[in-house]
């Protein structure tokens, strides 16, 4: 091999070894979901409905007649039926826009894509 041959295949390789390595930094800057940020998150957004056993019966349900009440996140079968996309709109545009209860309000604004994430997480293991 020529010896310029040779210096362009060392420049393919290094540049080759620089995008795989910018690729994995990308990977693991999308974190894993976390169940336990997604606690702390509903602690402070969702439990005076939801609940902070998730049953849908924290203490504004009948403060502020919840009607309907919010859903059971322990009721298996219930949350097999509501894949992770229609958790994901329905936290971040509210229930109007899914064609449920608008007093569910729309939290697009307030959270990260990375918290509704978190908070999905969360809202699973109620039911796992
Ligand atoms: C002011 C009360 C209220 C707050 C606060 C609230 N929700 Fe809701 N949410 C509701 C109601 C009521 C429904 C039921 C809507 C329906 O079935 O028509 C609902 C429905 C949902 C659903 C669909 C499944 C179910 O439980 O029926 C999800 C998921 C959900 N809320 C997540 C959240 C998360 C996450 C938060 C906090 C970031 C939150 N909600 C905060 C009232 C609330």
Known sequence: MRQRDRSALRTGLIATLGAAIVAAAAIGAARAAS???????????????????????????????????PGDWTDKEDMAEHPDVFLRNIIEQGGQAMDKSAQMP?????????????LIAYIRTFSR
């Open 106 to 118: 729309a939290f697009g604004k307030k959270l990260t894509p990375a918290q509704v994430n978190d």
């Open 35 to 69: 169940a336990a940020a997604g606690h702390a998150l509903a602690l402070q957004y969702c439990v005076k409905c939801h609940g902070v056993d998730g049953k849908g019966d924290g203490p504004a349900v009948a403060a502020e007649h919840l009607s309907p009440p």
